[in-house]
């Protein structure tokens, strides 16, 4: 069965256009025009087949594309998990980091070619569907446990709340625990390019993990930061 993608989006024409472009790709398509609509066929299995990716729009006439963000990690069940490629004005970094930091797995500014979306869209739905090798199922270090084919994390036993993104991120550096990586190595090997100028979505993303993963993110001892370099995944934790 094909992806299903949902676009919360208020600029119909935009939506159409970008509609018929993903179908012709494969995908499934569905479009809300404004943030209410699209929120409730998160909620509702009725209203037709659940989404496996949101594409949604910072500017909305009823509610903002943060809020919409908000709510959507706030929703019971894996439907909270669903992935979200927002889309943001160009040239306002600040509303893609309040966006990442809210949850949302990747961003695109508008005005964007259609085949960068494909290409974003099919990078999130990989990640996630990506399966791992047999011997690497459960990384373990200390009471952190992460499950690849589950894609799920704990740490004593309690669920940690990662995006499919930052999940992705993790396994990242727990692959290679005691490695120190650059912020464009990071970004290549989970987004597929290379980093841009003054884009702080790491920075951004590690702080988040950190808030899931660590008993003192101010302090933490399982992701650290090297100063002028990157990150580097802690070998020995407790």
Do not use: W
Request: aromatic share 4%.
């Amino acid at each position: 069965m094909s992806a299903q993608l949902l676009m919360i989006e208020d600029d119909t024409r935009l939506a159409q256009m970008v509609g018929e472009y993903l179908a012709q790709s494969g995908f499934g398509f569905t479009h809300a025009a404004d943030a209410h609509t699209g929120l409730a066929r998160l909620q509702d299995p009725t209203s037709g087949v659940l989404p496996d990716l949101v594409i949604l729009d910072l500017m909305l006439p009823d509610l903002d594309g943060l809020e919409v963000c908000r709510r959507i990690r706030a929703l019971p069940g894996e439907t909270a998990q669903t992935p979200v490629l927002m889309l943001t004005a160009k040239g306002d970094p600040m509303d893609r980091i309040i966006g990442l930091e809210l949850g949302a797995d990747d961003y695109l500014p508008k005005p964007f070619e259609p085949r960068e979306l494909l290409a974003r869209i099919r990078a999130i739905l990989r990640r996630r569907t990506e399966g791992a090798a047999p011997s690497l199922k459960l990384l373990r270090f200390g009471s952190l446990e992460i499950d690849r084919d589950a894609r799920s994390v704990t740490v004593n036993g309690q669920p940690c709340d990662l995006t499919s993104y930052q999940f992705d991120l993790l396994i990242t550096l727990a692959e290679r625990a005691g490695r120190v990586l650059t912020r464009d190595q990071i970004m290549e090997a989970v987004r597929g390019r290379e980093l841009e100028a003054f884009d702080r979505s790491i920075d951004v993303h590690m702080g988040r993990i950190r808030a899931a993963i660590e008993s003192d993110a101010k302090n933490p001892k399982r992701i650290l930061t090297v100063r002028g370099v990157g990150y580097v995944f802690a070998k020995q934790q407790d």
